[in-house]
């Protein structure tokens, strides 16, 4: 019921055409419904950016639960699937479950929604982990493709390693020939060097006895 002192205010002009605008919805121009569309959709993604940018882990920077409204329902869904359906209904047990998942300065987000409602936060838990599992499927997928490329790869490569390998030992065992032969002839040098200092060495003897003999 209006009181009766504010009739007169609200049955003027200015509220008569207030009414009848809001009853048209001429106001609702295709240009206001983009302008307000575009404002809440940049204020929605300044919001996330910055929530992602302050967040720790699961965590905001004042270590609350990302999602606080969800932590609570996230963490009654694992004591169902634990089989204990009854301890979320129990804040000492619904509290240091949220501790558990989200760490320890998580505050208290109790359960307070009925019995079977509990299905529906079971429900949400096994969407998570599912898709946990599939990003992990198309992850492990990854690898498996990128283990089978580099397989080919080394299935390509290997041969021309081998063969640089063969060239390798191809021009060590030229090189040790070398080696070989050139200390040969440094050895037959220097046979040759001792055998004629020999040589000289009796030939002076021989000249200094047919000197002093003479």
């Known amino acids: 019921m209006v009181p ?5 205010a609200m049955s003027g002009p200015a509220t008569n055409r207030l009414i009848d605008l809001m009853r048209s919805g001429a106001f609702l121009t295709r240009e206001r419904v983009r302008l307000w569309a575009l404002a809440v959709l940049i204020a929605g993604a300044a919001g996330l950016a910055y929530v992602i940018a302050t967040a720790d882990g699961v965590v905001d920077y004042r270590g609350r639960p990302l999602g606080t409204d969800f932590s609570n329902v996230y963490a009654a869904g694992t004591f169902v699937l634990d089989g ?6 129990d804040p000492a047990l619904q509290h240091a479950r949220e501790q558990a998942i989200f760490g320890a300065k998580t505050p208290f987000f109790g359960w307070h929604y009925p019995p079977f409602f509990l299905g529906v936060a079971a429900l949400l838990v096994a969407l998570a982990l599912a898709a946990v599992l599939f990003r992990l499927r198309g992850t492990l997928g990854a ?8 397989n080919e790869e080394l299935k390509e490569t290997l041969p021309e390693v081998r063969q640089t390998l063969g060239n390798v030992n191809d021009i060590t065992a030229g090189v040790s020939v070398g080696l070989r032969a050139a200390g040969s002839g ?7 060097l001792k055998s004629a200092a ?4 009796v030939a002076g ?3 200094v006895r047919s000197v002093l003999g003479g």
């Not at 009766?4 to 007169?8: G, L, N, R, V, Y």
């Not at 690898?143 to 580099?150: A, F, G, I, Q, Y």
């Open 4 to 8: 009766s002192e504010m009739e007169p």
């Open 143 to 150: 690898v498996e493709e990128l283990l089978d490329t580099t």
């Open 186 to 192: 440094v050895s037959s040098v220097g046979h040759g």
């Open 198 to 201: 020999h040589g000289v060495k």
């Open 205 to 207: 003897q021989s000249l």
């Open 84 to 89: 204990h359906p009854d301890a979320p209904f």
